[in-house]
């Protein structure tokens, strides 16, 4: 079982920088491969960027290349998400997630991960 918090939301001015941090419980988290995902309202979550168990191999979706990046640290059971060059587009809830297959690969699909935090808000004003 994995617990998951996520934090660092706000607002952020278009093409300012802001970044999330996702604090995870349970004994496992560095087997996990973990997600980023976001919702804006009236439309479908979204994969945003996923590391997987090592930090070895890291994907993102085509809108948020060269300008997120997304890291872990498995001795603090955190895993991060800076988002720079921020963009009105990119406003949603922002959810942390874990799969549920330890030292699996990097899922871009919300079905392929069993762990979801709260989710936290990221308002990008023009």
């Known amino acids: 079982q994995v617990h998951l918090v996520e934090s660092g939301g706000g607002l952020a001015q278009a093409g300012g920088s802001l970044r999330l941090s996702c604090a995870a419980s349970?004994?496992?988290?560095?087997?996990?491969?973990m997600g980023w995902f976001r919702q804006a309202p009236g439309k479908e979550r979204d994969f945003v960027a996923g590391i997987n168990w090592s930090g070895g191999s890291t994907y993102y979706v085509d809108s948020v290349k060269g300008r997120f990046t997304i890291s872990r640290d498995n001795a603090k059971n955190t895993v991060y998400l800076q988002m720079n060059s921020l963009k009105p587009e990119d406003t949603a809830v922002y959810y942390c997630?874990?799969?549920?297959?330890?030292?699996?690969?990097?899922?871009?699909?919300?079905?392929?991960?069993?762990?979801w935090g709260q989710g936290t808000q990221v308002t990008v004003s023009s």
């Open positions: 349970g004994r496992t988290f560095s087997m996990h491969t």
């Open positions: 997630a874990a799969d549920g297959d330890p030292f699996g690969p990097v899922g871009r699909m919300a079905l392929e991960y069993n762990y």
